[in-house]
């Protein structure tokens, strides 16, 4: 099941970075005492009373600024409403109730997304009381008053929160069948593969960067088999300026990928990967999905013989992070080569969810460090005892040594290319804990 989306969403200087950042654990966010700071959304995973979801931090809204930068964060806070699933309304107690604040809520109903009103910077419950029920009159219930900086009364708030959270329920007519998500910077060509792939036009394909709103889930039938592709080009407006333009497409990424079994990271054939390929490629190689990289357009590429294999390296180079990504030449617009992605999505399923047999795994590994002796440091040997898998997407493998910090990454690289040469795992992130335990134990 995909997890819930959560946006903290307000005016600047509210102190929304403050309360992502406890929320998150580590300071993630940029937090500084200036109007517009928190420039970017940035996004991680939280959890509540075993309820898991991510959770994302924006720009500040300033609804009538004609200031570039703040128009380009309500862009981007516009964008991060639409796709979450509940919405927090913060509002700063010290500056009182705002008629910016009311123009924020009016945004946020719109939305018909649940919204838990937060008031922040409530440092003393018993005195403040007052100031907070003055939020009432924003008219979206209850304000629940919260210190971001002392952790007072989080608990309230994210148990509000998580009751906002749809049921399990809801996800169970297409849990079993495969999901699919695309994503890449706009204009790369991701609605004209769906519409290819469904053999209509769902999405409105343009040369305009962003035509595409919202996230549109197109169920289609290939050789009997359905999946369901998740178009995610989703920009709000059309800006000229292109560098902010691509910033806007990790928001709507993080959403489709926490949905998705396989990603399809699209790139565009003329333009060839870049380095904003690689951030957006990044996050479904953090949430250790399959991944599948498309490299469209491929029929207005001017080719010779050696072309394929001067962008396979461009492309390694460049997502060095996820040498295991299945690659893909394809043109949406001609059909070239599309209908060979469904045997690859069947594959990266399978390779994300395959389970090796702990005798089998044993067998590798023991062969592997007798070809190749693990790291030795001041006459201490480093020894592998045992190797299980733990769970599968990503396939996930445990092994117990006597010294933890004798194992080193680059060994721990040559024992995953050797499973990688047993078993293959195209398409697929290899997780490996490392477990300290002495001899006396065994």
């Known amino acids: 099941m995909s997890k819930p989306v959560v946006a903290i969403v307000g005016r600047p200087n509210v102190g929304k970075s403050t309360l992502f950042n406890v929320l998150a654990g580590e300071r993630i966010s940029i937090v500084k005492d200036t109007p517009g700071v928190t420039r970017d959304r940035i996004y991680a995973d939280c959890s509540w009373l075993n309820r898991e979801f991510t959770m994302i931090d924006t720009g500040g809204i300033e609804p009538d600024s004609s200031d570039v930068i703040l128009s380009q964060m309500r862009d981007q806070a516009q964008i991060a409403i639409e796709t979450a699933d509940v919405i927090i309304f913060l509002t700063d107690v010290r500056q009182g109730l705002q008629d910016s604040d009311q123009?924020?809520?009016?945004?946020?109903?719109?939305?018909?997304?649940?919204?838990?009103?937060?008031?922040?910077?409530?440092?003393?419950?018993?005195?403040?009381?007052?100031?907070?029920?003055?939020?009432?009159?924003?008219?979206?219930?209850?304000?629940?008053?919260?210190?971001?900086?002392?952790?007072?009364?989080?608990?309230?708030?994210?148990?509000?929160?998580?009751?906002?959270?749809?049921?399990?329920?809801?996800?169970?007519?297409?849990?079993?069948?495969?999901?699919?998500?695309?994503?890449?910077?706009?204009?790369?060509?991701?609605?004209?593969?769906?519409?290819?792939?469904?053999?209509?036009?769902?999405?409105?394909?343009?040369?305009?960067?962003?035509?595409?709103?919202?996230?549109?889930?197109?169920?289609?039938?290939?050789?009997?088999?359905?999946?369901?592709?998740?178009?995610?080009?989703?920009?709000?407006?059309?800006?000229?300026?292109?560098?902010?333009?691509?910033?806007?497409?990790?928001?709507?990424?993080?959403?489709?990928?926490?949905?998705?079994?396989?990603?399809?990271?699209?790139?565009?054939?003329?333009?060839?990967?870049?380095?904003?390929?690689?951030?957006?490629?990044?996050?479904?190689?953090?949430?250790?999905?399959?991944?599948?990289?498309?490299?469209?357009?491929?029929?207005?590429?001017?080719?010779?013989?050696?072309?394929?294999?001067?962008?396979?390296?461009?492309?390694?180079?460049?997502?060095?992070?996820?040498?295991?990504?299945?690659?893909?030449?394809?043109?949406?617009?001609?059909?070239?080569?599309?209908?060979?992605?469904?045997?690859a999505i069947d594959t990266v399923i399978l390779n994300n969810t395959m389970r090796v047999q702990t005798g089998v795994l044993n067998e590798i590994i023991t062969e592997a460090v007798a070809m190749q002796q693990p790291p030795m440091d001041k006459g201490r040997r480093l020894r592998i005892y045992y190797a299980t898998q733990a769970s599968v997407k990503p396939p996930t493998f445990v092994l117990f040594v006597n010294y933890k910090d004798l194992m080193h990454f680059s060994y721990v690289r040559y024992l995953e290319n050797r499973i990688r040469?047993?078993?293959?795992?195209?398409?697929?992130?290899?997780?490996?804990?490392?477990?300290?335990r002495k001899e006396k134990d065994q």
């Open 103 to 343: 123009k924020v809520c009016d945004m946020l109903r719109k939305s018909h997304k649940p919204v838990v009103l937060v008031v922040n910077k409530v440092d003393d419950f018993q005195k403040q009381m007052n100031e907070v029920y003055e939020f009432y009159n924003l008219g979206i219930g209850e304000p629940f008053p919260i210190s971001s900086v002392n952790q007072l009364g989080l608990g309230d708030m994210l148990e509000e929160v998580v009751s906002h959270f749809p049921d399990a329920s809801e996800y169970e007519e297409d849990e079993d069948i495969p999901k699919i998500a695309i994503i890449g910077k706009p204009n790369v060509g991701k609605s004209s593969l769906v519409n290819r792939l469904a053999g209509n036009n769902r999405s409105i394909v343009s040369d305009i960067a962003g035509t595409t709103r919202d996230a549109v889930d197109t169920k289609v039938k290939f050789e009997g088999k359905e999946y369901i592709f998740i178009d995610t080009a989703g920009l709000r407006r059309k800006s000229k300026v292109k560098e902010d333009l691509e910033r806007y497409s990790v928001i709507r990424a993080v959403s489709a990928v926490e949905k998705a079994d396989v990603v399809l990271i699209m790139i565009d054939g003329t333009e060839g990967v870049t380095e904003q390929d690689a951030k957006i490629a990044g996050i479904a190689h953090e949430k250790g999905k399959g991944i599948i990289v498309c490299v469209n357009k491929w029929d207005a590429v001017e080719k010779d013989d050696k072309t394929i294999y001067r962008q396979t390296e461009k492309i390694r180079s460049t997502l060095s992070f996820m040498q295991y990504a299945l690659i893909l030449f394809i043109s949406a617009k001609s059909g070239q080569r599309v209908n060979k992605l469904y045997d």
């Open 421 to 436: 040469d047993s078993f293959g795992f195209e398409g697929t992130d290899l997780h490996f804990i490392i477990r300290e």
